[in-house]
């Protein structure tokens, strides 16, 4: 079974500060995503990549970006965090074939 | 577009009781229908899925959900629940390799 590690569990930033959380995957599978998970509102794709260096937008890009230089991990990325990005981030990775996400165990991010 | 829509936000419930956990899509499509539930503080982990074949697929820990096409309805159930069945469940569908995902369901269980 795959496993997904973030390699932060708990933040705490400052509004303007820059951010970078990590997720990194052992499979070597191509496609990663990244979640923000909020009360009331579920898991929202902030954006995914197929492939290293491939990148796509998911429903709620702005504030983000990302990075895939490797193919085991796969960085997102707060350029200047707001109060309004406070919550929990989810990592997934796509196991081929089977259309399922395995997920690490969230990142909880604080901007104050 | 697709999209998921579970109709309860808290389901309490007692211990040994049934539970039942409501979950309606909307796609132009054929799709792929999932549960996955969050326990406190982890990360979600898969309770099943329906990829195709048969419409009612059974998953972990005695869970098990019925895809209905007419209803575009994916609930899911458990006979009996255990305390350690609180958690969040949530139902999310997919018609490529973008899952889109439910607001989410708070069981919890009480004694």
């Known amino acids: 079974d795959v496993k997904v590690t973030q390699s932060s569990r708990y933040l705490v930033k400052r509004t303007g500060e820059k951010v970078f959380l990590e997720c990194v995957q052992d499979m070597d599978h191509e496609n990663m995503f990244w979640y923000r998970q909020d009360p009331g509102l579920g898991l929202r794709l902030i954006y995914f990549s197929y492939d290293v260096k491939m990148k796509e937008k998911g429903d709620i890009p702005e504030g983000y970006s990302v990075s895939r230089e490797k193919k085991e991990r796969f960085s997102l990325i707060l350029e200047s965090a707001s109060t309004n990005q406070t919550s929990m981030y989810l990592c997934?990775?796509?196991?081929?074939?089977?259309?399922?996400?395995?997920f690490g165990a969230g990142s909880r991010l604080t901007v104050l | 577009a697709q999209s998921v829509t579970q109709l309860d936000s808290q389901v309490p419930v007692f211990e040994e009781a049934p539970v039942e956990l409501r979950c309606n899509y909307s796609?132009?499509?054929?799709?792929?229908l999932f549960w996955y539930v969050q326990y406190p503080n982890q990360g979600l982990q898969l309770l099943l899925k329906y990829l195709s074949g048969s419409t009612l697929v059974k998953g972990i820990n005695g869970f098990e959900a019925e895809f209905n096409k007419s209803q575009t309805s994916f609930h899911l159930r458990k006979p009996s629940v255990h305390i350690s069945d609180t958690a969040e469940y949530f139902c999310a569908v997919s018609n490529d390799y973008k899952l889109s995902f439910g607001a989410g369901t708070t069981v919890t269980v009480r004694a």
């Open positions: 997934a990775s796509r196991t081929p074939g089977a259309n399922v996400l395995t």
């Open positions: 796609s132009s499509v054929s799709v792929y």
